[in-house]
RNA sequence: CGGGAGAUGUCAGAGUGGUCGAAUGUGCCGGUCUUGAAAACCGGUGAGGGUUAUACCUCCGGGGGUUCGAAUCCCCCUCUCCCGGCCA
């Protein structure tokens, strides 16, 4: 959640970041409008409130010295009955403010890129020299035909479309680049966590899924639960509601967890292959940082994925993304891409982000910064997608005939 | 899933309608004493909102109700523990 007071005393500075993230100034208007509403309906109440505590506590020293309370209790119960259309407006203010401020996406930092979509990111570096090949090289679902590594029909058949099935040597990669993953991540002082993959709605709010974005989200039928569509949720929420000592920080996780994702309005989009998925695996990294440190944790997270990348021996290269390509709840975020030949283009396979305090105003996730309560900045990162780095290892490692070589720095997980 | 008990500050634990944001112990912070530490003694010590700072409002698992007034009474929910069932 943005920061009201923040948009209230710097409008014109903090309507200009949103317009970049497509927010209309009429809705930002709009919010600080119902947010000085409900200040003022507050103040009214609360005032109101104090009289009818003070004259309560008067008239139980009433009754105590056995004094009449008649006048009294009329004075009372007209106040109480004054008080119920302030209490209802209150009410209906801080409900009508946050139905519009939980949709406000996070302001973009002044340092991201101008641009409309993905075409205006600004590729930073690349990183290993594609190599060329004496062939044209396969995509990973021939590849996967002449491997047998992986089954389509029967992983639709078992759920339905975009889910699919790893058999023999792919499914024994997937396992060893886990492992590969999780390791590295620890020798960074990333700590190793294992999850629920079914989360609560507070906690997809907290992360920013929810309200916004539910039809991207599985959900339990008749519960309050859901399928994560990232691990980003479950480390981010462990510290939901906690107030942290500022030597605890930074928090440094790493999980495995499957994700889970609806894919909605990605119809025809990457419909042939494990690209894209409904369920996939992945390695993710979240840090909870003190403010003034996030940036460089920020940048220490993109050099592991980066690093991690290369130790595969993977060409990939990083992509600061632009105001339109931002997500709902970043200030700032880099995407690796990695090289697939096959498809002779990069595609995304690690996308890091540092929300600021965004997800931590929404998740109330504080830390002790003297006497006073701040809130914490919380960053997430891939590291990596698997499923895409499997993807990726097939197309860059395969030969003429379709076999494919496994990267040395995996053969000890094999 | 069935039966029973419970949920209060760091923790333990009192409080069953007003003087309770909450006894007492413990932990933590500061001080006295000490060469230093421990012990002992003295003082301070929950959160959120709000204010320049006060005031003031809210919070005793969550939600609703009764009452002038609720930690305390009533209803619903969640969670924890114990017993039984089922089970990797």
């Known amino acids: 959640m943005i920061d009201l007071k923040y948009l209230q005393n710097n409008f014109n500075e903090a309507s200009a970041k949103l317009e970049k993230k497509g927010v209309e100034a009429k809705t930002l208007e709009n919010l600080q409008n119902l947010f000085t509403?409900?200040?003022?309906?507050?103040?009214?109440?609360?005032?109101?409130?104090?009289?009818?505590?003070?004259?309560?506590?008067?008239?139980g020293q009433y009754m105590r010295e056995k004094r009449d309370v008649t006048e009294l209790k009329a004075k009372v119960d007209a106040n109480k009955e004054a008080m119920?259309?302030?209490?209802?407006?209150?009410r209906e203010a801080e409900e009508a403010l946050f139905f519009i401020a939980l949709a406000m996406p996070n302001f973009p930092d002044d340092s991201v890129p101008e641009g409309a979509d993905e075409n205006d990111n600004v590729e930073l570096r690349k990183v290993l020299e594609p190599k060329t090949f004496t062939f044209k090289p396969k995509e990973h679902w021939e590849l996967s035909e002449i491997n047998g590594w992986i089954d389509f029909e029967r992983g639709v058949k078992l759920a339905k479309s975009r889910f699919s099935v790893l058999r023999g040597e792919a499914s024994r990669l997937e396992r060893a680049l886990i492992n590969f993953f999780l390791d590295t991540n620890a020798q960074?002082?990333?700590?190793?966590h294992s999850v629920p993959f079914i989360n609560n709605s507070t906690m997809l709010q907290g992360t920013g899924q929810l309200p916004k974005f539910e039809d991207d989200l599985f959900k339990i039928d008749d519960e309050d639960l859901y399928l994560i569509p990232t691990a980003e949720v479950?480390?981010?929420?462990?510290?939901?509601?906690?107030?942290?000592?500022?030597?605890?920080?930074?928090?440094?996780?790493?999980?495995?967890?499957?994700?889970?994702?609806?894919?909605?309005?990605?119809?025809?989009?990457?419909?042939?292959?494990?690209?894209r998925q409904h369920q996939f695996n992945k390695v993710e990294m979240v840090a909870i940082a003190h403010p003034d440190k996030s940036q460089e944790i920020f940048e220490m997270m993109v050099q592991n994925a980066s690093d991690i990348l290369t130790a595969l021996g993977l060409p990939h290269r990083v992509v600061e993304l632009c105001h339109g390509d931002l997500g709902f709840s970043a200030a700032t975020t880099i995407d690796l891409e990695v090289w697939l030949p096959g498809q002779n283009q990069y595609r995304e396979i690690s996308s890091i982000s540092n929300t600021r305090d965004f997800q931590a105003r929404r998740a109330k996730i504080r830390f002790k910064d003297g006497k006073k309560n701040r809130f914490v900045h919380t960053l997430n990162g891939s590291a990596l997608a698997v499923g895409r780095t499997i993807v990726a290892i097939m197309e860059n490692y395969q030969n003429e005939d379709g076999s494919i070589e496994i990267p040395?720095?995996?053969k000890k997980y094999m």
């Open 37 to 59: 509403k409900l200040k003022e309906a507050n103040a009214t109440l609360e005032a109101s409130k104090a009289e009818q505590n003070s004259m309560s506590k008067l008239f």
């Open 84 to 90: 119920v259309p302030l209490q209802e407006r209150a």
């Open 188 to 192: 960074k002082g990333f700590i190793e």
């Open 234 to 275: 479950p480390l981010t929420n462990l510290y939901n509601d906690e107030i942290l000592s500022e030597k605890m920080l930074p928090l440094l996780m790493t999980a495995y967890t499957p994700c889970f994702r609806k894919e909605a309005g990605s119809a025809g989009r990457d419909t042939r292959g494990i690209i």
């Open 408 to 410: 040395e720095v995996l």
